[in-house]
């Protein structure tokens, strides 16, 4: 009973905590894509994650909120089962290590239990759609069915962790050496029994992925993998196309560590650090080497997927997910250490053990929770679902919308394919211009040629891998369309670069038809005092760092289109605009207005253009070094330059870092 009250208690505190502060719609990143994807029974970005998915259309028939408020209301269960699971599990794991005659240690599992279900790393995960608080259930799953010893608890911990591999296939590769770790010394009947159920359901693990041809052949709105031959869905089921993403830069790696402890320290405080410390020291005094060494494992392997990353974003909600398993690590020996502390206390005076002990769960948990009401109150977050309305109302009947970039581009489609917006408008993702994907849009978009000439195809399918997206705009933008075709600020060739036309918050790349939307100033101050005036007052805007920063760096980029065009006093209109709401003082939109405003930068055209345009021909090519080295020279010269920032930023998706230092603020 004691176990369960522990389970139960932890997890409805974290579940109802996730509920007050759950998002009421769609939300930044993957859950808007999420929000799309199983609103349309599509296929989400690699790896696919079927599992997630079908949980999502479950959770979807849910008679509350709007879709994506179901699914993060499919989140907070998770997450908060996640929480639970861990205390129970520190409860008997520390009962187990003390010798503790009852089977549990309640301070020990309720400290750990509610230091991760309060900190920022988990509560980012519950109150939107997202799959890390899934995987980590499973995990946890998995160790509680290792931890209930004998031959059928190590069979039984092969089932969630063959569900998980088909959740996030990364934190499952990361988790396996702490797993087999944790199997040894079970004895060789217990090994043979978890390599039998691993061989009868290892089948079933990858059948899941039969989900992303099953789905792509149905042809539905959203297919981000094009699952359709068996590259193809290798590619899908994988992710290999995010392996550009593993370059280190000189010195990176030490960054990327020392910005993992930042994470750490962020999300469980130093004063749930102290105690993990005091744990480790207590296990060292009571010579109990093989938990330190199996605590050790999980969080050194846990850290390993985000280390080598060439580009790790501590500030993104999802680099959290990715260290939920080292972080319930941590929470969990920082559960031991309170034990520790309490524990000698007990025989001589109840009440001082239980006050003390209080005071220990109270300190553990204020800071975390604290922290977790600024950053994961995501209650009162409008921008995404208005934004993308936004995004969207200009573009003229009938057009082809095709966006870049998730901050953007997600939230759009959620809007698209579950509130049916705009109708009228067909709106693809950048990415989705797949060669294999082309002759499904073509029929429904007369912008999309039912076929290419042979040297648009070669030119197509010869790009490096990233860049085909670009070729086939081009190609479709060379066929003169019936249709308006929109995009928004991000890299394209260079001769669209030249042809874009601002019309409200898209850029018209080709027009069939005469203009008759008002000027683009016009539309910006339209913008300005209809839609971003009202959200400003709002307070979820000053916590949404997401939103303030996209449209920064939207402002950022339109802004210098103006001025290239000479149009100066709205570059400066803008680019004011987009410093009052960047969230970070050095971001390089406060760099432009400064040397617009002291005349260091002058309305275009622009020495550097040529060579900026040089580079992105070079981009465009695949020559990376070749653009890397241009638009170094350039930002060199001139560090607000549109066309060499597009290009840096492109670059940098493609995991290839532009060096700014002369650039930056």
Known sequence: MMGERIFLGVAAATFALYVLLAAPGVTWFDGGEFAAVIGSMG????????????????????????????????????????????????????????????????LAGVTSGLLLGVSPGLALQGV?????GLALLLGLLAALAVQSGGRRGLALAVVPLCVAGAVHHAMLVAAVPGFFLLALGRGRGSLRSAATATLLLLPFGLLQFLWLPLRSMTRPEIDFGVARTFERVVMAATGASYARSYRL????????????????????????????????LWLLWRVRPRPLLVAFVFVAAGVLPTALQGVFFPENPDAHGYLLGPMAVLAAGAGLGAWALVAPLRERSRTLSTALGVTLVIGAVAGPLSQTTLEADFSELESPRRLSAELLHDATPGALVLLGGDSWLMPALAARVWERRRPDLFVFGLHMLEGLALPDLAARSAAIPAGFTESERLAIGGAKPGLQHEHTLRAIVA????????????????????????HGLLLRLHAAHPDPSPDAGRTERAFDEEVLQGLRRGPGWTRDRVGREALSRRDLARGGLHLQRGERDLALRLWQRGSEIAPNPWDFVHLARHRLESGADVAGPWEADAQALEAADALLAGDFRKARDGVDAVLAKQPTHPVALLTAERLFTLGHHVSTATAAP
């Open 43 to 106: 296929v989400s970005h690699p790896p696919g994650q079927p599992a997630f998915m079908v949980l999502g259309k479950l959770a979807a028939l849910l008679p509350v909120g709007s879709l994506a408020f179901r699914l993060s209301m499919l989140s907070a269960g998770c997450a908060a089962l996640a929480a639970g699971s861990l205390a129970l599990l520190v409860s008997r794991a520390t009962a187990r290590l003390w010798g503790e005659p009852s089977g549990h240690a309640p």
């Open 249 to 280: 830069e000189p010195g990176q790696l030490t960054r990327n560590l020392s910005e993992h402890a930042a994470v750490f320290r962020a999300d469980l405080g130093w004063f749930a650090l102290a105690l993990s410390v005091l744990s480790v």
């Open 479 to 502: 066929h003169g369309p019936p249709v308006d075709v929109f995009v928004n600020d991000f890299f394209i060739a260079p001769e669209l670069l030249a042809a874009r036309q601002p």
């Open 128 to 132: 939107r759609p997202e799959l890390y």
